[in-house]
């Protein structure tokens, strides 16, 4: 990095591009290849963002957009943007302050944070740095009694949301890394997993359905299921009282030749028939993507290499900066759509070329 990693300098900076610029000067090679890379031939990886470029907007006119307003209703909770932050783990390989420098962003922007069970700071850290509650994402491991101290830290941090994430049975063969998580991940913190039994394999392949009742029984916090990308799915999750879904392929990380994420939400949508809110996640980086998203049913969006580039540039004021450009993108782009709440969005915004 030649410049201070000051707010000003990252105000200089205009689009994600230009932070995603940023996070390569400033981050090891080995930390950015296991930041961007994906699964396999990362073919998933890149039609996520593909398959955003293949859509189309339809605009309306003579709309009064002189008050646009992105606030929402999600889990009981009024959120002032339909943009959460990813669960990504291990942050303190971006930045020596990992999940506090993007929690305290998030808290500064009103957005919605999500920490990763494998986070580098603790959720109660989280809280502590930030005074925001975050969700908090879960990974089991096959050991119960550590899953269910897992679910107690999160519960006793004040957390409301339970994430599952469901499309990690095996990790995904990311050839792109040159070195292991575990090399990376050089500080001795533990983060969530500090102190628990069997922390160091944190998948659990025999996981299935009956899981949702366990943690159902167990817990009290909405269950969202991360990772959801079929219609099947998600009647299944329905008939199990899930709270929300969010449909996901991990960022391109873990299964490749899946679909891309917005091309799997439509089915997802129609399944639930409005019984729960859907998120995306995946291959979002301009506010036009968000849009489209949301008018194709889903009720928020999340990000997560963009609001990482931000933290690897400039830790706090770095995502401060990704989560505003992000939000200006959206509120002007509701604007020139002619929609000046998210209500008022569904799929005849959306059209192929
Ligand atoms: C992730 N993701 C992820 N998901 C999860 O459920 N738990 C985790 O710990 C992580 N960790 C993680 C690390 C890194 C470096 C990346 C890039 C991603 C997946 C993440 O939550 C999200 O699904 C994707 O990042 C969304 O895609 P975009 O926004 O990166 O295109």
């Avoid at 219609?231 to 899946?258: F, M, P, W, Y």
């Avoid at 729960?276 to 009720?299: E, H, K, S, W």
Wanted: hydrophobic share 45%; proline share 4%.
């Amino acid at each position: 990095m030649t410049q201070p990693n000051t707010s000003a300098s990252m105000q200089a900076l205009l689009n994600l591009r230009e932070l995603e610029r940023a996070a390569a000067a400033s981050l090891a090679p080995e930390v950015w290849a296991y930041l961007q890379g994906g699964s396999d031939d990362m073919v998933t990886l890149g039609e996520n963002v593909a398959a955003f470029g293949r859509r189309f907007l339809r605009p309306r006119r003579l709309v009064d957009v002189s008050a646009p307003d992105t606030s929402l209703e999600l889990f009981g909770e009024r959120l002032a943007s339909p943009i959460l932050l990813a669960p990504v783990g291990f942050q303190g390989i971006f930045h020596p302050e990992g999940e506090l420098a993007s929690a305290r962003a998030a808290a500064a922007r009103g957005q919605r944070m999500i920490v990763s069970t494998v986070s580098t700071y603790s959720v109660a850290e989280v809280v502590a740095a930030s005074g925001q509650v975050p969700w908090f994402q879960l990974y089991t491991t096959p050991v119960r009694a550590t899953t269910q101290a897992l679910i107690g830290r999160a519960e006793d941090a004040g957390c409301q949301v339970l994430c599952l994430t469901v499309d990690a049975p095996v990790f995904g063969n990311r050839e792109s890394h040159g070195t292991t998580l575990l090399e990376l991940n050089a500080s001795s913190r533990k983060g969530n997993l500090e102190g628990l039994d069997g922390a160091s394999a944190v998948v659990d392949a025999s996981l299935t359905w009956e899981f949702v009742d366990w943690l159902r029984e167990r817990t009290r916090m909405r269950i969202v299921l991360k990772g959801i990308v079929t219609a099947e799915d998600a009647t299944l999750a329905r008939e199990r009282g899930v709270d929300g879904l969010i449909v996901s392929n991990h960022g391109g990380r873990q299964l490749d030749r899946g679909r891309a994420s917005i091309d799997c939400l439509a089915e997802v949508v129609s399944a639930v028939e409005g019984h729960m809110p859907v998120l995306l996640d995946g291959g979002i980086r301009r506010g036009t993507d968000a849009i489209m998203a949301l008018a194709l049913g889903a009720a928020a969006v999340c990000v997560g290499r963009p609001f990482v580039w931000g933290l690897a540039a400039g830790g706090q004021a770095g995502v401060e900066r990704a989560l505003e450009v992000l939000q200006a993108e959206l509120v002007r782009g509701l604007q020139l759509v002619g929609a000046p709440t998210l209500d008022r969005l569904d799929a005849s915004f959306v059209g192929p070329r």
